[in-house]
């Protein structure tokens, strides 16, 4: 999600820096995850997202083929960012409730949880109802998180003894970081990082103290 800054030419200069065809999508993508941010998903028009990335139309029609083909692999760039940067490594770690705990504390630290990123999530949120493809999309990668929840979470019930519903407790989970999330997005003044985190590992340190399999 983080913005790259444009390459600085020598002043007075004529040669364009041609960059790689690769390159040249991040910074589109990179161009309409800004332009979310600060004018919204209605605000986002194909002008405005040339305007944020410096380039022509044509070079957006060339990359992608529609603003509807570059909204849904901008999504898809943001949600990859936070699979990667929340539940990196969450999966091979020796301790579930450590990695859990760290988990929660990578989605509300000033990394992710700042003013750019809600208002990223907070435009694109307000737009999923109402396309389907984009619905669609957010449904399959949605499923992928919930499956790597669910996995530290059998992990979990197997180090502590505990009878757990997995998939409750990562449905749970999930829900409750969206909705910190989302308040936060609608109104920053709603509750501090710190509080919000302190929300989720409650309910950690909750379904720990749960009696352990065969006890009372």
Known sequence: MNSTTPAVRPKGSTT??????????????EATTRSIARHGYSG??????????????????????????LIMQAYQQVCDTW????????????????????CIDKNFNSSMFNTENLRIWLGFWS????????SKLDRALYKVD????????????TAHGLAIDTDKQATGLMALITGLWLHAALDPATFRATQAK????????????????GHP
Not at 21 to 28: A, K, N, Q, T
Not at 127 to 134: A, C, E, F, G, R
Not at 146 to 157: H, T
Request: glycine letters at 6%.
């Open 83 to 102: 699979t990667v940067y929340t539940l990196a490594g969450i999966e091979d770690s020796a301790d579930p409730a450590l990695a859990l705990r760290q």
């Open 16 to 29: 364009r820096i041609r960059e790689q065809p690769e390159v040249r999508r991040r910074l589109l993508i």
């Open 127 to 134: 737009v999923i109802p109402k396309y389907p493809k984009l």
């Open 198 to 213: 302190a929300v989720c590992m409650a309910s950690i340190a909750h379904l720990l103290q749960a009696p352990e399999k």
């Open 146 to 157: 919930l499956n790597i929840y669910k996995g530290i979470f059998e992990r979990l019930a």
């Open 44 to 69: 986002t028009t194909i002008e405005q997202i040339c305007a944020e990335g410096q380039v022509s139309r044509g070079l957006i029609n060339h990359h992608f083929g529609s603003k509807e083909e």
